[in-house]
């Protein structure tokens, strides 16, 4: 998995780099075919956590997480199977 540069945090609600470093590995690998994967899934969690913390919609994301359906596809990716992998490994 290629290295992701650390990212300063904006938000309270923003993953800390140790956070990010538990559950990168529970993330999705990308396919062998196909495009390239576009969508930064620590920032597609951050945008998530912001919504939950904010009580915003989607429509409503702040444009530096990218566009709305580009986070929320990137969400409606992996959101099933990252739940429950990451239910198993915190119990």
């Not at 939950?52 to 596809?73: D, E």
């Amino acid at each position: 998995m290629a290295k992701i540069a650390k990212k300063t945090k904006r938000y309270p609600s923003d993953l800390t780099d140790e956070e990010w470093e538990q559950i990168a590995p529970l993330m999705p690998k990308p396919g062998r075919r196909g495009r390239p994967r576009e969508v930064d899934f620590r920032e597609v969690i951050n945008a998530v956590r912001y919504l939950v913390r904010s009580g915003c919609g989607w429509r409503m994301l702040p444009i530096h997480f990218g566009a709305w359906q580009t986070v929320y596809a990137g969400f409606a990716s992996w959101r099933g199977a990252f739940c429950s992998r990451l239910s198993t490994t915190w119990r």
